[in-house]
C-alpha cells in the first residue's frame, strides 16, 4: 500500500514545516511514502477544502481547519504504523492458513 500525505495550506512556510516535521514523523514510525503541499486556492476547491490548514492521507480527509502540530503529526503516524502494522499481520495469517 502506497502512502501519500497531502498537506492543504495557503501560508507556504507552515506548509514546509509540517511537512517537515510529517516526514521525522514517518520516519521514527518506519513509514515509508510521500508527502506533499497543496498551496493553490483552485486546488483546495477543486478538493472540498473548506478550512485550512488541511491533511489528507490517501484521498481521506484528516484534518481540516485545525492546528497540524508536532503532535498532531506524532499521533497520527503512530496511529498509521500501527494499523499496518496490524494489516501485515492479518496478511500473514491468511498466507500460513492457506
Known sequence: ???????????????????????????????????????????FGRQGVKQLPALELNGMMLSQGKPLTEATMAETCTRLAYALQKMGKAGKEVLIKS
Open 1 to 43: 500500500m502506497q502512502i501519500v500525505f497531502r498537506i492543504f495550506d495557503k501560508d507556504t512556510n507552515r506548509a514546509q514545516w509540517t511537512e517537515s516535521i510529517l516526514y521525522e514523523s514517518m520516519k521514527a514510525n518506519k513509514i515509508e511514502g510521500k508527502v506533499s503541499q497543496v498551496c493553490c486556492l483552485q486546488e
